[in-house]
């Protein structure tokens, strides 16, 4: 069984920055396509960012494109999620997703990843 556990979300203020990171048990995290995606109140759960088993390639949503950077340590079993130039819109909960299969870049729904973590909470004040 994959278990997923995001941790480092926290208030910051717009402009600052904030790495949230998940830590992947129950598999070899280096047969696993992950994924971060985010949810704000009264919204859907969102696209954020992806990354290949290898973590050679990834993707990230339009709205964090040169702000956001995932990357992974199999090694260490953990993904994180780099966030920079914090906006307030990006206030969220933050979800680690993790699938089986081939990496595909242009996986960006919910509906395509089979494990989730709790999620970490990610508060951006103006």
């Known amino acids: 069984q994959v278990q997923l556990v995001e941790s480092g979300g926290g208030l910051v203020q717009a402009g600052e920055s904030l790495r949230v990171s998940c830590v992947v048990s129950?598999?070899?995290?280096?047969?696993?396509?992950m994924a971060w995606f985010r949810q704000a109140p009264g919204k859907e759960r969102d696209f954020a960012a992806v990354?290949?088993?290898?973590?050679?390639?990834?993707a990230t949503a339009d709205s964090a494109k040169g702000r956001f950077t995932i990357s992974r340590d199999n090694s260490k079993k953990t993904v994180h999620l780099e966030m920079n130039s914090l906006k307030p819109e990006d206030t969220a909960v933050y979800y680690c997703?993790?699938?089986?299969?081939?990496?595909?870049?242009?996986?960006?729904?919910?509906?395509?990843?089979?494990?989730w973590g709790q999620g970490t909470q990610v508060t951006v004040s103006s």
């Open positions: 997703a993790a699938r089986d299969g081939i990496f595909s870049s242009a996986a960006r729904d919910p509906r395509e990843y089979d494990y």
């Open positions: 129950g598999r070899t995290v280096s047969t696993l396509m």
């Open positions: 990354i290949s088993q290898s973590g050679y390639i990834t």
